[in-house]
């Protein structure tokens, strides 16, 4: 199947990448293993890393490209890869995943959105954040110790106490 993907140089997106197992919170156990291939990702093929929240079995992120370039899905699959390669293999592997020589840790695909001005970058932010309320996992967003929420507070652009999107307000905006 083709998927249409929106490919903007320079642009700046909104990810969903999972975990193909959701029950798994291998993202959250393995978060050194998992920050350590971003940084290595970036040495190579840079980016901005302009909000993220990692949580047990999936992740939401913004990122920005270099002007010229267009090619995220290079960057997610480096990071998948060597996020994957750093890990035991002991999932649970399909005859099609083994014939790729594919592990079993992450959907195949990822779901991206083209951020279109500031508006849309400012709600792309808060839902990243509140995210981890939104699932159940804090009852307050300073709370998640995954997210660059906190990177923000650092920089003054939001308060500790900082509270967002409403869980409804979140799933009528973004879904889920």
Known sequence: MQYRRMW????????????????????????????EAFRQVKRRHPFELDAIVVLPEHLHALMTLPEGDTDYAKRWHLIKSGFSRRLPTTEWRSDSRQR???RGIWQRRYW????????????????IHYNPVKHGYVNAVKDWPYSS??????????????????????????GE
């Not at 990177?151 to 652009?157: P, T």
């Open 112 to 127: 991206e959105h083209l951020i279109r001005n500031e508006r849309d970058f400012r709600h792309h932010v808060d839902y």
């Open 8 to 35: 903007r140089q320079g642009g700046t997106f909104f990810f969903t990448v999972t975990l193909a197992d959701r029950r798994r919170a291998l993202l959250t156990e393995h978060i050194t293993l998992l920050r």
């Open 100 to 102: 790729r020589r594919e």
């Open 149 to 174: 929420f906190h990177r923000y507070v650092r920089a003054g652009l939001l308060p500790e106490d900082w509270a967002g999107l409403s869980a409804e307000q979140a799933t009528r905006q973004y």
